[in-house]
C-alpha cells in the first residue's frame, strides 16, 4: 500500500498552484488566495515567501483599498525578470517575442518567411532575434525555456515536423535544429500553431472559464486546437487536430496533402478567392477584400462568403457532434469569414449539429489575436517553472 504524499510533495505542489494562480491572474491580495486555494493564512505567507526568495513574485500593499484596517498585501508576478522566448513559424511570416510571467509580451519582432524557405533557414532569423531580445534584460534576469509554434504536424517526443503543407516541410528537425542555436536558453518545447493558440485563448482569452473549447485556425491551411475536459488532446504522437485534413467532399478538389475534398479546400484561403474570382490574389489582407466587397454587396464576393459559410458551418456541425464543445472560436482568416458570414455558419450549423450538442455552442472570435500563438508557445516553455518553481 502506497503511502499518501510527504511534505515535501505537498509543498512542491502548493508553491506550483499558487504561482499558476498569479501567472493567469496577475496581482492577487493575499487574502484573495487563502480564499481561492483552501489554504489558511499562514501557508499562504510560507508559500509567498519562498517564492519571493525565489524571485518569482514580489509583494506589496496594495495602492489603494477603501477600507478600514490592515489591507491585504499583494503579490505580483515578475514579470519583467522572470520569462520565456516565444517563436512562431507561420505560412508568411516568423515572430519571436520574449514574454514575462504573467502572459506579458516584453517585446516582440517579426519577419516575412519567402515561400520555399527552409526549416533551416528558418532557425537562423528566430535565434538572432532571440539574441537580440537578450541584449535588453536585466542583470537579474532569469529564463526559463523557450518554446515555438508550427503550422504544422508536430511529433510531441522530439518538436520533428511530419508535414507541413502550407509551409512546405516534410520531416524536418526543427526541434534538434533550434535546440542546437538556443541551448544556452535552458529547455526548448515544439508545439502546433492552432494548439498552442487554443491554449492561450482558454487560459487568457475568449474561452476562459469554459473546459471545453475548439479553436480553429485558417490561412492557406485549417487546423485545430481542442480541449476536452480541460486538458488540450493530442492524440497518439501529438498529430491530434488535423481537422483541415477531414474529407467533407469525396468528389472535391485535391489537397496539398495529397487527399481530396479535405475541409481546407472548401474553407480554406484559395477557396474564399478562387470562388470571388480573385486567383491571383493571396493572403490576409485579400481575404479582407473579399469580405469587404461582400459587405459592400460585390455579388461576386457574397456568392463566395456564403459558399464559404456553409462549409465551415458543415465542418464545425460535425467537430460540435463529436467533441460536445462549449465554445467554438474562429481565428486567422477564419475569423473575417466567421464576422461576413456568422448567419450562414450557425445555419448549417444548426442543421448539422444534434440538439443537444450545439444548443448551447457559443461561437466566438479570438481575444488575443494574433498574439495568441506567442502567449501560448510561452505557456509551453512556463510549464516547467510551474510545475516545480524552486528547481533551479
Known amino acids: 500500500m502506497r503511502a499518501g504524499p510527504s511534505q515535501e510533495e505537498v509543498r512542491k505542489h502548493n508553491l506550483g498552484t499558487l504561482l499558476r494562480y498569479v501567472h493567469m491572474h496577475g496581482a492577487t491580495s493575499r487574502a484573495e488566495l487563502t480564499t481561492r486555494l483552501g489554504l ?189 475536459g480541460g486538458r488540450r488532446v493530442h492524440g497518439h504522437g501529438g498529430y491530434g487536430g488535423e481537422v483541415g485534413h477531414m ?40 481575404v479582407l477584400a473579399v469580405v469587404d466587397a461582400a459587405m459592400r454587396g460585390d455579388s461576386s464576393a457574397q456568392h463566395a462568403l456564403r459558399q464559404v459559410g456553409d462549409w465551415v458551418g458543415f465542418g464545425v456541425g460535425n467537430l460540435v457532434n463529436i467533441f460536445n464543445p462549449e465554445v467554438v472560436i474562429f481565428g486567422g482568416t477564419l475569423r473575417d469569414v466567421y464576422l461576413g458570414a456568422a448567419a450562414q455558419i450557425r445555419s448549417r450549423l444548426n442543421a448539422v449539429g444534434l440538439p443537444a450538442c450545439r444548443e448551447h455552442v457559443r461561437l466566438r472570435t479570438p481575444e488575443l489575436g494574433p498574439d495568441a500563438a506567442l502567449i501560448g508557445a510561452a505557456e509551453l516553455a512556463f510549464e516547467h517553472l510551474l510545475d516545480d518553481p524552486l528547481v533551479p
Open 40 to 228: 489558511n493564512r499562514s501557508t499562504i505567507g510560507a508559500l509567498t515567501a519562498d517564492l519571493i526568495g525565489a524571485g518569482l513574485v514580489s509583494e506589496a500593499a496594495p495602492r489603494e483599498t477603501g477600507r478600514a484596517g490592515r489591507p491585504s498585501l499583494v503579490v505580483r508576478p515578475e514579470s519583467g525578470r522572470v520569462y520565456a522566448y516565444a517563436l512562431s513559424i507561420e505560412v508568411d511570416r516568423l515572430r519571436a517575442a520574449r514574454v514575462g510571467l504573467g502572459g506579458r509580451i516584453l517585446e516582440q519582432y517579426e519577419t516575412e518567411r519567402p515561400r520555399g524557405m527552409s526549416a533551416g533557414e528558418a532557425v537562423r532569423p528566430l535565434a538572432r532575434y532571440v539574441r537580440t531580445m537578450r541584449s535588453g534584460v536585466p542583470a537579474d534576469g532569469r529564463c526559463v525555456g523557450s518554446a515555438v509554434a508550427v503550422a504544422g504536424m508536430v511529433r510531441l517526443e522530439d518538436g520533428m515536423i511530419r508535414l507541413a503543407p502550407t509551409i512546405g516541410w516534410v520531416d524536418e528537425p526543427i526541434g534538434e535544429a533550434l535546440r542546437s542555436e538556443l541551448e544556452e536558453f535552458g529547455p526548448l518545447s515544439v508545439g502546433n500553431h492552432a494548439d498552442v493558440c487554443a491554449l492561450a485563448e482558454h487560459s487568457r482569452g475568449a474561452a476562459v472559464g469554459s473546459d471545453n473549447v475548439i479553436y480553429l485556425y485558417g490561412d492557406v491551411g485549417v487546423g485545430a486546437g481542442i480541449v476536452a
Open 247 to 286: 474529407v467533407v467532399n469525396p468528389y472535391g478538389r485535391t489537397c496539398s496533402c495529397g487527399s481530396r475534398g479535405c475541409w481546407e479546400t472548401e474553407i480554406g484561403e484559395h477557396a474564399l478567392l478562387r470562388l470571388a474570382g480573385r486567383e491571383d490574389r493571396s493572403g490576409r489582407e485579400a
